[in-house]
């Protein structure tokens, strides 16, 4: 796909759009990875296709995973060969169609016992043999000393050795950013803050929805030959839109991650301890420059769009790291804590949330509601595909084939060259023009962060971000970096923004204030009361 020219994307456009276009021929409600990834599987194919999202693109779980394109060791362990077969699969397409957002990523597992380093071994050469031609590199068995090469902080006594495998990082946020200017460049068109409020109807069918501007009130009837829903933990919810008495599908489970200095994992290798002294999982990642440490399997009663996490699975992930770490991490060496909900279908009476699957569940309702939900961001391309041929059966309208396999997702170039500005891939020359062009715009906007004011005014003009937290959470990833540092440049960023969307002083303040609320739920470090959740659960680790 040839890339368009980068131009600004105005929301008043957008809006004429809905105003004026007439019947779309695919309609998705949702905004995160699998919402993004069937609009643009859908406009690909030559559908007029249209996105709606409630909140911002990947507002919920869709950037707060734990930024791994990956096929999943613990359902390797499970058996469930066929999700992790089709999962690394689509890992290596992912890193093949977007190569400035996904990256190589080695893992070393410590071996604290003789049996482990054949044991596990054997079981990631199989992984590696599931990837076939589109693996990453060879696991391979580490002496002691390669291993504290790899892993310097990894706690040494009692280390053997350990085991080397390959999988692959990326940036969810971006990643959403980069999939909605594709379904742009590909002529689809995509709004944030517009709910869906309820649907139309005609013979009994759906023939569209009602939706209303959050920033104006304004509402729209806008009509479509399919819609889908793909509205991840909130999907019950848009179902009972449709029927309200639809029986409940998903059962979530919230995952947190701890974010730390680099200093507790300094190199390019990750480590992975697949089985703590109570049978669970544990992650600590580079990224960023910062080691994000996860996660927690914690089943919730119910869907939250700003979820917090609970002090136990604080606690849990410190007292687990301190067991594999030379240098215990403490509260106030936590920069920021992340939560996020998975929507996991829901299995049989009495199974734990950590024996869920990952896989996904597409269904179609007697009215036509098309709903693809669960699965991962990993799979998110293959759950796209079939909600669009099935979209298309329901709206009877011609098939055609899937394009994505190959399709390079906006951004794309040849080759990475790191930086900070690696994300935006080939429009970063264009945004250093930008920056060069205006004096002021290359300030950053904290010591800490490796952000830029000019990142700002990009943001608003060309990539549809509306808040302070859209800014400093998703275009930028300065929230999950370090909450407290984000809090301090908040200021700055509303009002260089304000300036670009042409708000008043009420707005600007409006704004802190809220992000405040969401910025100081994200310390680990909190007054009495605050940063915990009121539901109920034993934490567990798993992949997430």
């Given at each position: ?8 994307l105005?929301r008043?456009e957008?809006?004429d759009?809905?105003?004026?276009e007439?019947?779309w021929?695919?309609?998705?409600v949702?905004?995160?990875?699998t ?5 643009v ?21 869709s ?5 791994l ?11 469930n060969l066929?999700?992790?077969r ?7 397409i ?16 410590p071996?604290y016992?003789w ?16 990837a076939?031609?589109l ?9 002691r ?16 050795g350990g ?8 940036d969810?946020?971006?990643m959403a950013?980069?999939?909605m ?8 068109a995509?709004l944030n803050?517009?709910?869906?409020t309820g ?14 501007d959050?920033?104006?009130g304004e509402?729209f009837?806008?009509?479509?030959k ?13 179902r ?11 059962s979530p489970?919230q995952?947190?991650?701890l ?14 301890i697949p089985r703590?002294?109570d049978?669970r999982v ?7 420059g910062?080691?994000?440490v996860g996660?927690t ?19 849990f992930?410190l ?8 240098t215990?991490?403490r509260r ?12 996991l ?6 199974q734990?949330?950590?024996?869920l ?10 009215s ?15 759950m ?11 709206g ?14 906006h951004?794309?170039r040849?080759?990475t060259e ?13 945004l ?12 950053p906007?904290?010591?800490d962060?490796?952000f ?7 943001a608003a ?11 400093l959470s998703?275009r930028t ?7 407290r540092?984000?809090?301090e ?20 303040e409006d704004?802190?204030?809220?992000y ?9 470090v909190?007054a ?17």
């Open positions: 796909m040839v890339m368009a020219a980068m131009s600004p105005e008043g957008l809006l759009r809905l105003r004026t007439g019947e021929e695919v309609l998705v949702g905004g995160g990875a919402g993004l990834g069937t609009a599987d859908a406009a690909s194919r030559g559908y007029r296709t249209l996105l709606l999202e409630a909140h911002d693109f990947a507002k919920g779980t950037s707060r995973s734990t930024k394109v990956h096929g999943g060791v613990r359902y390797l362990a499970q058996g066929s999700l992790v089709e999962a690394l699969r689509e890992r290596g992912l890193r093949r169609n977007a190569p400035h957002l996904t990256h190589d990523l080695p893992f070393v597992i071996a016992r049996w482990d380093r054949a044991f596990y071994g054997i079981g990631l050469s199989l992984y590696d043999a599931l076939g031609d693996g990453l590199g060879p696991t391979r068995i580490l002496s000393e390669a291993v504290l090469r790899q892993i310097p902080t990894v706690r040494s006594e009692g280390l053997r085991i080397v495998y390959h999988d692959a990082q990326f969810d946020a971006r950013i980069a999939l200017l594709t379904l742009v460049d590909l002529g689809g995509a803050y517009l709910p869906v649907f139309l109807r005609q013979g009994g069918n759906l023939a569209g929805v009602r939706a209303a959050s920033e104006t509402t009837e806008i009509r479509a399919a819609v889908v829903n793909a509205t991840g933990v909130f999907s019950d919810e848009v009972r839109l449709d029927d309200p008495a639809s029986e409940t599908m998903l489970s995952g947190i991650h974010v730390l200095d680099r200093s507790f994992l300094p190199g390019d290798y990750a480590l992975m703590t002294d049978g544990l992650f600590a990642i580079p990224w960023y910062r080691v994000v996660t399997d914690t089943s919730v009663p119910r869907a939250s769009i700003e979820p917090r996490a609970m002090e136990s699975e604080i606690e992930l007292l687990h790291s301190a067991r594999y770490l030379e215990a991490p106030e060496d936590v920069l920021a804590v992340f939560a996020g909900l998975r929507p279908v829901k299995g049989v009476q009495g734990t949330v950590a024996s699957s990952r896989d996904h569940s597409l269904t179609v309702s007697p036509g509601l098309v709903t693809i939900t669960g699965g991962k961001w990993t799979t998110y391309r293959r796209a595909a079939q909600a669009v041929d099935r979209a298309a059966e329901v009877g309208f011609s098939k055609r084939a899937c394009q994505t396999e190959s399709l390079r997702l951004g794309w040849e080759g790191g930086g900070p500005l690696e994300p935006y891939g080939s429009d970063s020359s264009e250093e023009s930008l920056i060069a062009a205006h004096p002021g715009w290359e300030k906007l904290h010591p962060l490796p830029r004011a000019g990142e700002v005014r990009w003009r060309y990539e549809l971000a509306r808040t302070v937290e859209d800014v998703r990833r300065a929230l999950v970096l370090d909450a540092a984000s809090l440049a908040a200021p700055a960023v509303a009002e260089i923004l304000g300036d670009e969307l042409g708000r008043d002083r009420a707005w600007k704004q802190l204030r809220g405040r609320e969401i910025a100081s739920g994200m310390l680990a909190v009495p009361g605050e940063g915990t959740s009121s539901h109920a659960g034993t934490p567990k680790s798993t992949a997430c």
